[in-house]
């Protein structure tokens, strides 16, 4: 499933008690205080496995100081009762069954446990109905990160928003879906993908052509998330790297498995972060973590 996923309905309105006002929620300093903790990991495997037709908000939870607070949604399978771990970031919607939707979900690896166990989770106005109500699983306990997810749970909102625009860009790559893979990648002639045999593409458009190539065949993208790293270079650029295992093949030939090193540079423009480059690179050395 893409993490990316349009969801018929009316635009809502924020529920009472839900809109950026100050009553039900803790102020931007407290929630920034007592951010909730994640996973990378588990924000990964949630953006594949997301089914936004079959799923509501229950909750929101604020991160950041205004202005620049971020706010993420809790949401609860309304087939299943499983409560989703990490928050998401998008645009509300009135269902059909008077409950409240999502679209254009991006997954954040941060804990809605976490945030519930914190008491910056908001609920009020969050109509869930009976039948979902009955069905809804116990929150699931707040693991404690280590080694590397340990760090990355300690991410700010920029980083944050930078893992939530990596995860779209595999899901749209692994579903080979145009629209959500030009939606992150930065609309420049700038713009390059230095491949891993040496060449080198520039611009958006011919970086799109070259994907579009590629997906006529076998290609999957397998990032290793225990090894991945952010970092920030400057305010509103940021470099994250990590091994990933590429699987590709020609049209009706047996595909290869690789690994190798991702990197990508993004950049923070009005219309949110982009990946402006992304530098392909051999990794013959690498080996899985034992365990995987």
């Not at 928050?87 to 945030?115: E, N, W, Y």
Request: charged residues 20%.
């Amino acid at each position: 499933m893409l993490l990316c996923i349009g969801h018929g309905g009316a635009l809502a309105e924020p529920p009472a008690g839900a809109a950026t006002g100050v009553s039900a929620s803790p102020s931007p300093s407290d929630a920034q205080s007592s951010a909730p903790k994640g996973s990378f990991l588990s924000s990964l495997k949630q953006a594949f496995a997301e089914d936004l037709d079959q799923e509501v908000v229950r909750g929101h939870f604020d991160v950041g100081s205004s202005p620049d607070t971020h706010r993420y949604y809790c949401l609860v399978n309304i087939k299943t009762g499983k409560r989703e771990a990490n928050g998401v970031a998008g645009q509300l919607v009135m269902r059909a069954d008077k409950m409240t939707g999502i679209k254009g979900a991006a997954v954040a690896p941060l804990s809605c446990a976490d945030a519930e166990q914190k008491g910056i989770l908001v609920t009020t106005g969050y109509v869930l109905s009976a039948s979902v109500s009955s069905r809804v699983t116990p929150p699931a306990p707040v693991q404690t990160p280590s080694g590397a997810a340990a760090a990355a749970s300690a991410a700010g909102p920029a980083q944050t928003e930078v893992m939530a625009v990596y995860t779209r860009f595999i899901a749209g790559q692994n579903a080979h879906d145009r629209a959500v893979v030009s939606e992150v990648l930065l609309d420049s002639k700038d713009f390059v993908w230095a491949q891993y045999g040496g060449n080198s593409i520039w611009g958006y458009k011919e970086a799109m052509e070259a994907f579009e190539e590629a997906w006529k065949g076998t290609w999957k993208m397998d990032p290793q998330m225990e090894e991945l790293r952010i970092a920030s270079v400057s305010p509103g650029v940021a470099v994250l790297i990590t091994p990933l295992l590429s699987t590709e093949g020609d049209p009706g030939k047996n595909p290869s498995t690789i690994p190798l090193r991702w990197g990508g540079v993004f950049m923070k423009t009005k219309s949110g972060w982009r990946i402006s480059s992304i530098f392909i690179t051999p990794f013959e050395g690498w080996r899985a973590p034992k365990g995987s």
